[in-house]
């Protein structure tokens, strides 16, 4: 029988903890590497909404807040996965896996940032902000998490919402309202998502499997996944291109180059697939990382400019 982190005896217990250290493995419970892409969304919906350059202490709280959020959100799925986590070669070093962490204490840690992330969003930014941040924590961990994850294909379609909420969450912050764009940049970062994420999928395909998740590239054949990354991935740069009556010729450069890039990957991913030569799905999953940085970049490079709009 597999031992749990409460029955894990206190050598097996305290073998990790030293390797990585407790603040470490509760840090790492948070999945940093989530967090900055979520964060790099963030501020641009703060400048495009302030039209300008925020105050840079509500950008602070915004970041502090929102970082809260998505950790809160994060440490909450390793518990709810943890089984999963165990069985998979891409998570099995997490902490639950390596009872760096007892179960019981990451689930408090989750829940206390959550409850933190509130407070700072609510006293630093407004209750909106506030309200937004923690229905994506709801959402990320009842919704994606306990019931999408393990039973649909479409996990990561419906479940990427929660991702999508940083940049409404920035938005709120400064205007206190959730306007067009702000709903326009919640369309990329919606549509970006299942490209993004299933191509990471065709590499781990057998890690799913193995876990039982039905994620598409393990129910689908990889011609069917790599056309639904095409379709998405127009989509999204289609999307991109929405946000041109609140831009300049700044972003819309950016905008339809980096798209134009993307779209020849991902093409390329589906031919190489239709033929049936070698691909490697990473090479999408890495780039998708860099394009959706630069549009935000670039959102956030045309407001702090300031140049008039093009349309």
Known sequence: MTASPESATPAAAAAPVRRRGVLAAY???????????LLVTTIPAMFLAERGIPSPWLVLVTLVGGAMSAGS????????????DA???????????????PKRHALTFGLVLGALSFLVLWLGANLLAAV?????ILFYVLIYTLVLKRRTAQNIVWGGAAGCMPVVVGWAAVTGTVEWPALVMFGVVFLWTPPHFWSLAMKYRDDYARAGVPMLPVVATARQVSARILAYSWATVGCTLLLVPATSWIYIGFAVLAGAAF???AQRLHGAVRS????????????????????????????AVGLPAVV
């Open 263 to 265: 779209l020849v990957v």
């Open 132 to 136: 937004l941040a923690t229905s994506a």
């Open 73 to 84: 959100a994060n440490a909450l799925n390793c518990v709810a996965d943890s089984d999963i």
């Open 276 to 303: 049936g030569a070698g691909y490697n799905p990473m090479t999408l999953f890495h780039l998708s990382n860099s394009y959706l940085a630069l549009i935000f970049v670039a959102i956030a490079v045309d407001a």
């Open 87 to 101: 069985v998979m070669h891409r998570t099995k070093k997490r902490p639950l896996v390596n009872y760096e962490v």
């Open 27 to 37: 840090f790492a419970l948070t999945k940093p590497r989530v967090i900055e892409l």
